[in-house]
Nanobody, 123 residues
Framework: QVQLVESGGGSVQAGGSLRLSCVAS????????MGWFRRAPGEQREGVAG????????KYADSVKGRFTISQDNAKNTVYLQMNSLKPEDTAMYYC????????????????WGQGTQVTASS
């Protein structure tokens, strides 16, 4: 089992920045990938960014390319999402996810999920 705890959400003005953190604990040695997803009210959950933990290869949603950066600190079992130039449409609950197999790629199937952290960008 793997436990994920997100932090770093908050409210900012449009154009501002936030950094989300996701700390993994438990059986983390077998993890293959981690990702960030978000769900806005009335919308479906969407993949934002993901990273393969061995190769460091990343993937981003088109809507966040050039503004968001996913990174990892293996010593701390932590994945970060640096979010710059935030827009009101980035407002959502952000969830961290992890999986050992990564079926379907970085925006595919994840078995472990955190509780989420709210991000609000106001105009």
């Amino acid at each position: 089992q793997v436990q994920l705890v997100e932090s770093g959400g908050g409210s900012v003005q449009a154009g501002g920045s936030l950094r989300l953190s996701c700390v993994a604990s438990g059986d983390t040695n077998g993890l293959g990938c981690m990702g960030w997803f978000r769900r806005a009210p009335g919308e479906q959950r969407e993949g934002v960014a993901g990273i393969y933990l061995i190769t460091g290869k990343t993937k981003y949603a088109d809507s966040v390319k050039g503004r968001f950066t996913i990174s990892q600190d293996n010593a701390k079992n932590t994945v970060y999402l640096q979010m710059n130039s935030l827009k009101p449409e980035d407002t959502a609950m952000y969830y961290c996810a992890a999986d050992p197999v990564c079926v379907g790629g970085l925006f595919g199937v994840y078995n472990y999920w955190g509780q989420g952290t709210q991000v609000t960008a106001s105009s």
